[in-house]
């Protein structure tokens, strides 16, 4: 077994303080990962405060990883020793399902094993996340990592961005695509990049007035605040995807109202409480509303090679794990542009 330290939160009220627990010896398809940064992701916030019902404590948070790799399994052929590796949401999953079979690993029909708070197949012991120095995970389920790309900007990338970018390429947004982004925090801002990127029209829907600026910075072509009712007259019936970011509880209907013939929401916020849909807002026009979560290992790794041909990372603000207590209750209060990353060299 390989000491490890990190940081964990034992309940869900105290702060997050150091850890040591131990990671398993490298397996013969294992790849061991010096973990140099760490995204923190809201959905780190749900768990570690129990919001969702389901953390198992002690939790070590953290499923935006980059690293270096430190040793690899007899079996293992894509990694060698130094090179850069990414891990993202999950660590494993049934590898037999269909969903699994065509790459949708984050579909898996028996349930992924998701990189901390979840349980391995062995059903013994559970996962710990990157909020510590070094991880083991099988090779099927790490990335390679563009050299070019500056690391502290792409570990939000293995969250963030690829859970935005998947439902992108999934509803084909392109050139002459008319595409909404609905919030402006971390995942909002990937989804701007990518849309401007991949070459659609891009509005900006906030509720924030302050936004505008960094919107149009980030690659909006238009801004509209959802509270503007003339605005919102103008667009009614628009546009061709609405990329719903909010966690926040909001009225679904004011955007679906936004959406044009054949016209899809995808929804990637995940509100704590169900949302209310009039189903005449779907009916009218043949409009859509769908969920999206994460991508496939194949579709994250096309994700990162991609950002590498744009230069796309994610807009970060690098912390020392110290601060990681004060960095959740600005999270909370959606202070940062537009994700926290932790310099994992801290932890030492």
Request: a negative charge; aromatic letters at 8%.
């Amino acid at each position: 077994m390989l000491p490890t330290k990190g940081y964990a939160a034992h309940n869900d009220h105290d702060p997050l303080v150091p850890f040591e627990f131990s990671r398993r010896d490298p397996g013969p398809h294992d790849v061991l990962i010096e973990i140099l940064y760490c995204g923190v992701c809201h959905s780190d916030l749900h768990q570690i405060r129990n919001e969702w019902h389901e953390t198992i404590y002690p939790i070590v948070p953290g499923h935006e990883i980059v690293g270096r790799v430190v040793r690899t399994g007899n079996a293992v052929t894509r990694f060698k020793p130094g090179d850069l590796a990414g891990v993202g949401v999950f660590v494993d999953s049934c590898r037999e399902c269909e969903n699994c079979r065509q790459g949708l690993e984050q579909y898996c029909e028996h349930g992924m094993i998701g990189t901390y708070n979840s349980w391995e197949k062995d059903g013994k012991h559970y996962t710990f996340g990157g909020y510590s120095n070094q991880i083991v995970v099988d090779e099927h389920y790490v990335l390679h990592i563009p050299e070019k790309l500056d690391l502290k900007g792409v570990a939000p990338l293995l969250c963030a961005g690829i859970t935005t970018y998947s439902p992108l390429r999934y509803l084909k947004v392109g050139k002459g695509t008319r595409v909404a982004i609905a919030g402006l925090g971390g995942l909002g801002h990937m989804g701007v990049k990518w849309a401007a990127a991949m070459g659609a029209e891009v509005t900006l829907l906030s509720s924030s007035p302050s936004k505008e600026a960094d919107a149009r910075r980030l690659g909006a072509h238009e801004f509209v605040l959802i509270s503007d009712e003339q605005a919102l007259k103008k667009r009614k019936a628009y546009f061709d995807v609405i990329l719903n970011t909010i966690s926040a509880p909001h009225d679904y209907n004011r955007y679906l109202k936004l959406l044009r013939l054949n016209g899809t929401m995808a929804v990637v916020g995940l509100p704590p409480a169900p949302q209310q849909v009039e189903v005449f807002n779907l009916t009218s026009f043949r409009r859509s509303i769908m969920g999206s979560q994460i991508g496939g290992i194949r579709e994250t790794q096309e994700m990162l090679d991609y950002a590498a041909e744009k230069q796309i990372t994610a807009d970060v603000e690098v912390i020392a794990i110290h601060e990681i207590n004060t960095a959740l209750d600005r999270l909370a209060r959606n202070d940062v542009k537009y994700r926290f990353v932790i310099d994992m060299s801290t932890l030492s």
